[in-house]
């Protein structure tokens, strides 16, 4: 069949590198895609938000299967328009990608269906925010409610803090309209650990769990970024927890989801904090974790093609998702500098090291670009997800870093302690 993945990061060379795998994919097609992408997929020049261009390409290509990797095209409603048009395509619809598109909207189903998460209060206006927060327990978690690149939440470990947050988000306006409603929530302690899912609006499958690695610098110190690394699987998802969140969570979600009148059909991301209290949601997300995909998707057994084609055709039920039983870590390289401000048009070297050789080493394309020259250079603040997979955590990490060494770029950063927990079980 012929396949179009819309998207340009890491998660969708990720996706991308899962469908080449296929004995299904006879031709891939990726939009706009990198300079990864095109080493496996036809890269073309439309913008993942250009839905009518997408459509028109998909028809004239005679596109089988589209697979939506990034939450601004589906939140935006891409999947209602393919649809519409006749298209088989993978993701959640418009009204079910507010999941992930309003925060406001998933705290109030998490309350309403008494899915466990943190306390909170949700405002539209700035000055009843700063009036709550004068006697509200600090630390406290402010959350812009639209999407803003995974950096749109505010850890404030002082009261000065949460005002000068809710100034930042709301008055100035520094994620733009997604700051025009926040959420202030309690601050949760514990482990955080990511579970992607498969459902099809009734059936929801478990992938293998993940722990990303947020903070931009050592010790988790520095600001929050998209991801600076992952490791599958986590070492605190003990069999206890899964039972927990399979009885209180995961299923719970998507029926609360499917009474509302909006069925989901598509990857939930279960964003999860282990604490004292037991698992709490801490977010959902409506599509695959960028690095999270980076680490899982390699582990997956099944042909991912199958897997996505039984969600659309509701009929998840019918097959069985499983995973190897080994595990992966990936290591971002990243641009000196990210995620405030940094270079870029480096040339990339390393990257032909037949090391990579898509089984026990990855290298997935994250922000990179052709310059003139036809050279490939970096073009993001993420450049390269660098994975390993092996027998067992600590191998992999291992590996992992040993392959960091293999790719060269000026201004080249890495975090060198993804796994640290690793150590602590």
């Known amino acids: 069949m012929n396949v179009l993945i819309i998207g340009s990061g890491g998660r969708e060379h990720a996706i991308a590198t899962a469908v080449k795998k296929s004995q299904r994919a006879d031709k891939i097609y990726c939009a706009p895609g990198n300079a990864g992408i095109a080493q496996i997929a036809e890269c073309v020049p439309i913008g993942a938000m250009e839905f009518e261009k ?12 589209t697979i939506v990797g990034m939450d601004d095209p589906l939140v935006g409603g891409v999947v209602d328009v393919f649809e519409e048009a006749g298209l088989k395509v993978f993701g959640p619809r418009k009204n079910a990608a507010i999941l992930e598109g309003s925060k406001a909207f998933s705290k109030d189903l998490m309350k309403k269906y008494d899915i466990p998460t943190a306390e909170y209060a949700t405002f539209d206006r700035a000055e009843d925010a700063l009036e709550y927060l004068k006697t509200a327990k600090i630390p406290i978690v402010l959350k812009a409610d639209g999407l803003a690149l995974g950096k749109g939440v505010l850890i404030c470990q002082t009261r000065e803090e949460a005002f000068e947050g809710v100034r930042t988000l709301m008055e100035d306006k520094k994620f733009g309209d997604a700051g025009n409603t926040i959420v202030i929530e309690e601050f949760m302690t514990g482990r955080e ?3 992607l899912s498969y459902t099809d609006g009734n059936t929801i499958q478990i992938m293998s769990s993940a722990m990303d690695h947020k903070r931009a ?4 110190e520095g600001l929050n970024t998209g991801g600076m690394g992952n490791i599958s699987p986590a070492p605190f998802y003990t069999k206890e927890v899964d039972a927990f969140c399979k009885e209180h969570i995961y299923q719970k979600t998507v029926d609360a989801m499917k009474a509302e009148g909006r069925p989901f059909v598509g990857v939930i991301f279960f964003g999860l904090m282990l604490t004292e209290e037991g698992p709490k949601v801490l977010e959902y997300n409506a599509r695959f974790g960028d690095p999270e995909a980076q680490v899982v998707l390699p582990r997956m057994k099944n042909d991912i093609l199958d897997v996505m084609e039984h969600c659309v055709d509701g009929t998840l039920d019918q097959i069985q998702v499983e995973f190897e039983d080994n595990a992966a870590v990936c290591v971002v390289l990243a641009s000196d500098g990210y995620p405030v401000a940094y270079e870029k048009g480096f040339a ?3 990257l032909d090291d037949e090391r990579f050789d898509q089984k026990n080493f990855y290298c997935f394309h994250a922000g990179t670009k052709f310059d003139e020259d036809g050279k490939i250079v970096t073009n993001g603040g993420r450049v390269l997800g660098i994975t390993a997979v092996a027998e067992d955590l600590r191998t992999a990490r291992s590996k992992a870093y040993e392959a960091c060494e293999w790719v060269t770029f000026d201004n080249k950063y890495m975090r060198h302690d993804i796994g640290h927990m690793i150590d602590e079980v």
Do not use: M, N
């Open 54 to 65: 997408l459509v028109d390409f998909a028809k004239e290509k005679a596109i089988d299967f």
């Open 193 to 195: 650990i990511s579970v």
């Open 217 to 220: 610098k050592d010790g988790d």
């Open 348 to 350: 990339i070297e390393g």
